[in-house]
Every structure is written in structure tokens, then in C-alpha cells.
């Protein structure tokens, strides 16, 4: 599934704001405020890479996460997460960020996985048409985000758009994009807190 947005920090919103919403009930946290489904003040550690452009950061404290700087490795200056980082920072979530266009070392985080749940949400802005093992990035995660800015490979000036094999993920973006609308665009039954 692929819904279209105005940026690539539209995308990591919208990304964000819908992975808040379909783990919550995964996430050992207090909710202590909600809006029907979307929850409003609580906030989830995820790991971002020290080296990334401050979308990726900003969009995370926008959507009310901690964002966790996890260390870069220092020849491709890829993200590097270990099991001990995942446990020590209570991490909920994850955001490799394939940088210029090279994939991050997905099976690394993947092993991780295995033992901690979290979220992946692979932001592809500087990366559209990569490939790791054979798999676009994008498709290796929950969700991908990307950004067609002028100076990423796919230049359209802006625009940007998110990606899932997961029908409920895509849903909710699709629902969150539109103000939170469920149901048809005639009725207006707004569930959850969305953005235009």
C-alpha cells in the first residue's frame, strides 16, 4: 500500500502517529490520556541515528516520542544498535535511516528484533530505489517513509510518501491523513487525531 503526502516529514509523521496507535496495547507503558483510540500525552523511547537531518528527530518529538541517539557505525555512518541499547533504553522503536542511499544493515537489527518488540520504521527519504538482499527498502520494515525533496534521488521538488504490506497500518495513515475519518468521506466520523 502507498499513500502520497506533501514531504518526507509528512511521511515520518504520519508513520509515527500511526505506529502510536496499532502498538499501544504492545507497549508495557501508562496511557494516561486518550482520545478515543489515539493516545495524546504518552510518550515511547525510539532509536534514531546520531547522524541523520533533524526531520527524523523532529518528527519523532512531534508525535510525542523520546527520541534515543543510537551510535552511527564510522564507515558508513549507518545506525548501530546493539541488545544491550534496545534493553537499556526501553526502546519501542526503531528508525534506520538508509543514508545516501545506502541500506542499513537490516539483519543486525532484525536479530534484535527477535527479542525485543518494537517498531521499524525505515525512513528511505535519501534512498528511493535501494536495495538490501534483493528487498527495496521501504518493504523491510512496517513501514517506509520517503522524500522526493529536490536534492534526494527522486527530485520532484516536495512530495513524499509512506509504504506498508500492513492493510491496518495503511487504514490508519489513510484515516490519519484525512483528519482521522473513518468510514466514508460523506459521514463525519473522526476517530482518531489527524492532519490534512
Do not use: W
Not at 19 to 31: E, M, Q, S
Not at 81 to 105: M, Q
Not at 139 to 152: E, K, N, V
Request: glycine share 8%.
Amino acid at each position: 500500500y502507498c499513500i502520497a503526502v506533501t514531504s518526507g516529514t509528512s511521511a515520518l509523521i504520519l508513520a509515527l502517529q500511526a505506529l502510536k496507535i496499532y502498538y499501544k496495547d504492545n507497549f508495557n507503558v501508562a496511557k494516561p490520556n486518550t482520545f478515543g483510540d489515539h493516545v495524546v500525552t504518552t510518550s515511547y523511547n525510539i532509536a534514531i541515528p546520531a547522524l541523520t537531518f533533524p526531520a527524523t528527530l523532529n518528527s519523532a518529538i512531534l508525535t510525542g516520542y523520546n527520541g534515543v541517539l543510537a551510535d552511527v557505525y564510522s564507515d558508513d555512518m549507518l545506525i548501530n544498535i546493539s541488545k544491550d541499547f534496545v534493553a537499556n533504553n526501553f526502546i519501542k522503536g526503531v528508525i534506520p535511516v538508509h543514508l545516501f542511499g545506502y541500506p542499513v544493515d537490516m539483519d543486525k537489527i532484525y536479530q534484535i528484533h527477535k527479542s525485543y518488540k518494537f517498531f521499524i520504521l525505515e525512513d528511505c527519504c535519501e534512498a528511493i530505489g535501494s536495495k538490501y538482499k534483493g528487498k527495496y527498502v521501504g518493504t523491510l520494515g512496517d513501514i517506509g517513509a520517503f522524500s522526493f525533496y529536490a536534492s534526494h534521488p527522486l527530485a520532484v521538488s516536495e512530495y513524499g510518501c509512506v509504504v506498508t504490506n500492513n492493510e491496518v497500518l495503511y487504514s490508519l495513515m489513510k484515516s490519519i491523513k484525512n483528519h482521522g475519518r473513518v468510514g466514508s468521506n460523506l459521514e463525519f466520523n473522526h476517530k482518531y487525531i489527524g492532519y490534512n
